[in-house]
């Protein structure tokens, strides 16, 4: 079973310009989570995604947004990029039912912003 | 509001040492807490959840309803274990597409 996918693993972005992250969660999950990791905040919950439609929300300006597909791969976009932006980003996908508790965590996407 | 505590943001043993990384928590009602790891070059994976009482990796989590903890326990550490640990628990609503973190702590093992 192949596990969460997320593209790009890497990439570097100047401040002003905008980025788009993918995720492609486990075959049949259909939620999916992204979080943002930095080594000041640790684990921040950004969004998560249920059939297409956001469930929860984090705390994060409208800079930050994503959506779902139909086929639950789920795409995250930052706008407008600071250099606080720089973290890595990461997708988790579950089922997304409330009693199982585990996320399925991909090896993410580091974003630098110069 | 639901809340994740984890004190320590390095803690540093020799190997054969007991461990104990400690986790607090804040919430209304009967918590369901897990404790995550990120192995170097890992991805963050689950490593064990307090309602299933399992020991993984010799680790186990009691969860303290009177003093809001659920320390993560090893009585020997090896080196193999250093890691990042997260403690995490759900929101109220129950929905676990989205877990609070703590802050993490890292821990390592010296020979």
């Known amino acids: 079973k192949a596990g969460v996918t997320q593209t790009p693993r890497y990439l570097i972005k100047t401040r002003g310009q905008q980025v788009t992250l993918s995720c492609s969660p486990i075959s049949g999950h259909r939620s999916v989570s992204w979080y943002q990791q930095t080594p000041g905040q640790g684990l921040q919950f950004l969004f998560e995604y249920f059939s297409e439609t956001q469930r929860n929300k984090g705390n994060f300006p409208g800079r930050f947004s994503g959506r779902q597909f139909s086929n639950s791969r789920s795409e995250m976009n930052v706008s407008t990029l600071e250099l606080g932006d720089s973290a890595l980003y990461l997708c988790?996908?579950?089922?997304?039912?409330?009693?199982?508790?585990?996320?399925?965590f991909g090896e993410g996407s580091r974003l630098t912003v110069l | 509001a639901q809340r994740v505590t984890q004190p320590e943001k390095l803690l540093s043993v020799f190997k054969g040492a007991p461990v104990e990384l400690k986790c607090n928590y804040s919430y209304s009602g009967s918590p369901e807490l897990f404790w995550y790891v990120q192995y170097s070059r890992q991805r963050l994976q689950l490593l064990l959840r307090?309602?299933s009482r399992e020991s993984i990796k010799g680790f186990t989590a009691d969860l303290n309803k009177g003093e809001t903890s659920f320390h993560l326990k090893k009585p020997f550490a090896q080196e193999e274990d250093s890691a990042m640990y997260y403690c995490?628990?759900?929101?109220?609503?129950?929905?676990?597409?989205?877990?609070?973190f703590g802050q993490g702590t890292t821990l390592q093992v010296k020979p």
């Open positions: 995490a628990l759900p929101p109220l609503s129950g929905n676990t597409g989205k877990l609070i």
């Open positions: 988790a996908s579950s089922r997304g039912r409330a009693d199982t508790g585990e996320l399925f």
């Open positions: 307090h309602i």
